[in-house]
Nanobody
Framework: VQLMESGGGLVQAGGSLRLSCAAS????????MSWYRQGPGKPRERVAA???????NYADSVKGRFTISRDNAKNTVYLQMNSLNPGDTGVYYC???????WGKGTLVTVSS
């Protein structure tokens, strides 16, 4: 399994970013996918998940601001992040829920 996250960067508070994660080595369409993040000095936490059927759930801290989606034709999962605040700063990772592999992540930095 290989996971390649992209789309991170530096953004001002209130701004938006769209993260992408291209997956290979799995039958993407039948797998549930998730996004995690790890802020400075914090444990890794799951922020969003999407089932193979498209059902989604979110951490309370991002609900209403983040949207997870998937494109099975492209083997890619996305995370649209709006109304970003400095607390969203961290390295963002995607993961196939049924597999322990982690990608290298993509860094999101939100300035105040």
């Amino acid at each position: 399994v290989q996971l390649m996250e992209s789309g991170g960067g530096l953004v001002q508070a209130g701004g938006s970013l769209r993260l992408s994660c291209a997956a290979s080595g799995i039958i993407f369409s039948v797998n549930d996918m998730s996004w995690y993040r790890q802020g400075p000095g914090k444990p890794r936490e799951r922020v969003a998940a999407i089932s193979s059927g498209g059902s989604t759930n979110y951490a309370d801290s991002v609900k209403g601001r983040f949207t997870i989606s998937r494109d099975n034709a492209k083997n890619t999962v996305y995370l649209q992040m709006n109304s970003l605040n400095p607390g969203d700063t961290g390295v963002y990772y995607c993961r196939c829920i049924s597999n322990p592999t982690w990608g290298k992540g993509t860094l999101v930095t939100v300035s105040s």
